[in-house]
């Protein structure tokens, strides 16, 4: 038996001693161990190391619903988290749409799992971030290389336990020139994939190629959006469309059945085939779920709530302090185009500004723009998903497949939805790139995309 799942067992047998053998309760237990070499002016500045291991507790007393949180561990620490849920219960209304607990199931896979990555060194940090530097060929850089790695138990009173492991690697870096940033990141579960001299070179010669901008009338315009701008359109979609809660209050845009997107859109939630651990916040085991097959949207993701109040099953997406916010797909795949399975690397850089995958798209553009990057986007309307932002690291003018002249960023405004819906999308990138966010467990991995229209609404002057 792992520590993790001794010690959610515990809690559990706790709860039974202190409210009685009628409560139903579920404690979760999650060993993480986080390191982190951060550089900027092209020298490493921090090192630094957590390792935490988490208590969750919700439980059922008297038809009353709370939940807890500890940090510590000891036999005083459990025992305080109980007592102290227990009596925020009492004081809690009434919950009519308790949905019970996760039966007994099995996980599909025991998660993904790198020794090498697990304990890794500061070092061996180090050197990718050396590499990256050097790469840079003389330009500022900043950034950071991570690794992380999670032991995470899961225990209810309905005789349910499930255990679970996982690791990723990620680096992060941009290279400035005279105040124009490149950028390059990706995210893996393995550090050994990480080459940061590979990724050093990118930042620069993005960076070299956006010199000297030129700004350009607000409108609508054609578009290659590289991975990084198209991980913000997975986001905005996790948390505001296939949402079960957000779904089941009718504020999204999720129409199960509809052909909804462009035929060349699959979009799979899938944990088993990214990073993370196998089974949810509620011990329901993960697995593949498709979203959108082929333009078609299919479904949306539950918890054990939100699956109730539908009257569908969870699909195991429950996450930890999400009862007010909704069951959030955290492990989204938009789909390369071909083989549902083609690689998740990126393809060699053979011009200052893309690679090789990305040239195919910008290949087909009579005149358009490139767009490396998504930031500070906010939504204007839920259910609709429009979305106003700016974009950053790079913007470019592409004529006759060419790319041309580096512009000035702009604000958008735009239904991302509408964005990829049918005759939306002229091309769908071979290869995805699996990129690292801030959010706590999820990832993002998505291949270029070639859309017909993206609304500009703002450039440089206003």
């Given at each position: ?43 490493i ?7 935490t ?6 439980l ?57 990555t ?9 050197d ?26 899961f ?5 349910h ?32 994939d ?9 930042a ?14 607000p ?6 959006l ?36 462009d035929?060349?859109i ?8 990214t ?15 498709a ?22 099953t ?9 009862a ?21 690397g ?18 087909g ?16 309307d ?11 690291n790079g ?11 580096a ?17 939306g ?22 291949p ?15």
């Amino acid at each position: 038996m792992s520590r993790e799942l001794d010690l959610a067992g515990r809690v559990v047998e706790l709860v039974r001693e202190i409210a009685g053998p009628d409560a139903e309760a579920e404690a979760a237990a999650t060993y993480t161990d986080r390191a982190l070499t951060r550089f900027a002016n092209s020298s490493i500045h921090q090192n630094v190391a957590d390792e935490t291991t988490g208590l969750r507790l919700r439980l059922h007393v008297d038809g009353r619903t709370a939940a807890g949180s500890s940090t510590v561990v000891s036999d005083e620490g459990l025992r305080g988290l109980v007592e102290r849920t227990v009596a925020a219960a009492r004081l809690c209304p009434p919950d009519h749409a308790w949905p019970g607990l996760t039966p007994p199931s099995p996980v599909a896979g025991p998660g993904n799992w790198d020794e090498a990555t697990a304990s890794a060194s500061p070092d061996e940090r180090a050197d990718r971030v050396r590499a990256f530097v050097e790469a840079a060929g003389g330009l500022e850089t900043a950034g950071y290389c991570r690794t992380v790695n999670w032991a995470g138990a899961f225990a209810n009173s309905a005789g349910h336990a499930v255990t679970g492991r996982s690791a990723e690697a990620a680096m992060d870096g941009v290279a400035r020139s005279g105040g124009i940033d490149g950028v390059a990141r990706r995210n893996t579960g393995r550090l050994s994939d990480l080459d940061g001299a590979v990724l050093g070179a990118r930042a620069a010669a993005k960076s070299r190629a956006a010199a000297a901008p030129v700004e350009l009338a607000p409108g609508r315009y054609e578009v290659v959006l590289e991975p990084t701008a198209v991980v913000d359109i997975l986001q905005n979609f996790a948390l505001y469309g296939f949402n079960g809660k957000a779904y089941n209050e009718r504020r999204s845009f999720a129409e199960p059945g509809a052909a909804q997107f462009d035929p060349a859109i699959t979009l799979v939630d899938d944990a088993l085939g990214t990073l993370g651990l196998p089974f949810d916040a509620e011990g329901t085991p993960k697995r593949r779920i498709a979203l959108v097959e082929r333009g078609v949207t299919r479904t949306v993701t539950h918890d054990r709530r939100t699956a109730a109040e539908a009257g569908a099953t969870s699909t195991g997406h429950a996450i930890a302090g999400g009862a007010s916010f909704g069951a959030v797909p955290t492990n989204l795949r938009l789909l390369p185009e071909g083989s549902s399975e083609n690689g998740t690397g990126a393809t060699e850089v053979t011009g200052p500004v893309v690679d090789s995958d990305t040239a195919a798209l910008v290949a087909g553009v009579r005149r358009g723009l490139l767009v490396t990057d998504f930031w500070y986007t906010r939504v204007l309307d839920p259910k609709s998903l429009v979305i106003t932002g700016l974009t950053r690291n790079g913007v470019w003018l592409v004529e006759d497949g060419e790319v041309t002249t580096a512009v000035q960023n702009f604000r958008f405004t735009q239904s991302y939805p509408q964005a990829l819906a049918p005759g939306g999308v002229l091309g769908v990138g071979r290869y995805a790139s699996l990129l690292p966010d801030s959010w706590d467990a999820s990832w993002w991995s998505a291949p270029a995309l070639r859309l017909a229209s993206w609304n500009f609404t703002g450039g440089a002057s206003g």
